[in-house]
């Protein structure tokens, strides 16, 4: 759980909540959650990722994506499945990861 007020660098594997401002860059973890008083700076390569503060970067989910209402999402983004609730804001480059012999790029 990250609760900083600033953190900056590389993160590990792990399950990350974030619940202050973050710059960072996170690759194959399993999880990012931005909570309401969340917010991301950077880029993240995970399995899930929720997002219901700001995240602002390179995201790619490869099994699903959740923006909550409250959450803003800006960047480029890659998902498997997405999630859009009502109020949610996302902008940016944002393909689906296609299932094929590419190896999951987006076609």
Same mark, same amino acid.
């Given at each position: 759980?990250?609760?900083? +007020?600033?953190?900056?660098?590389?993160?590990? !594997?792990?399950?990350?909540?974030?619940?202050? &401002?973050?710059?960072? %860059?996170?690759?194959?973890?399993?999880?990012?959650?931005?909570?309401?008083?969340? #917010?991301? !700076?950077?880029? #993240?390569?995970?399995?899930?990722?929720?997002?219901?503060?700001?995240? %602002?970067?390179?995201?790619? #989910?490869?099994?699903?994506? $959740? $923006?909550?209402?409250?959450?803003?999402?800006?960047? !480029? $983004?890659?998902?498997?499945?997405?999630?859009?609730? +009502?109020? #949610? &804001?996302?902008?940016?480059?944002?393909? !689906?990861?296609?299932?094929?012999?590419?190896?999951?790029?987006?076609?």
């Amino acid at each position: 759980v990250l609760g900083f +007020s600033w953190l900056s660098g590389c993160m590990p !594997k792990t399950e990350t909540v974030v619940e202050g &401002e973050v710059e960072a %860059d996170l690759n194959d973890s399993r999880t990012i959650e931005v909570s309401r008083s969340g #917010a991301f !700076k950077g880029s #993240a390569a995970v399995d899930t990722a929720i997002i219901a503060g700001t995240f %602002d970067g390179q995201l790619t #989910a490869r099994n699903r994506l $959740v $923006v909550h209402g409250t959450g803003r999402l800006t960047g !480029k $983004v890659r998902y498997g499945q997405i999630e859009i609730e +009502s109020g #949610a &804001e996302v902008s940016g480059d944002v393909q !689906k990861i296609e299932s094929d012999d590419s190896g999951g790029v987006p076609r």
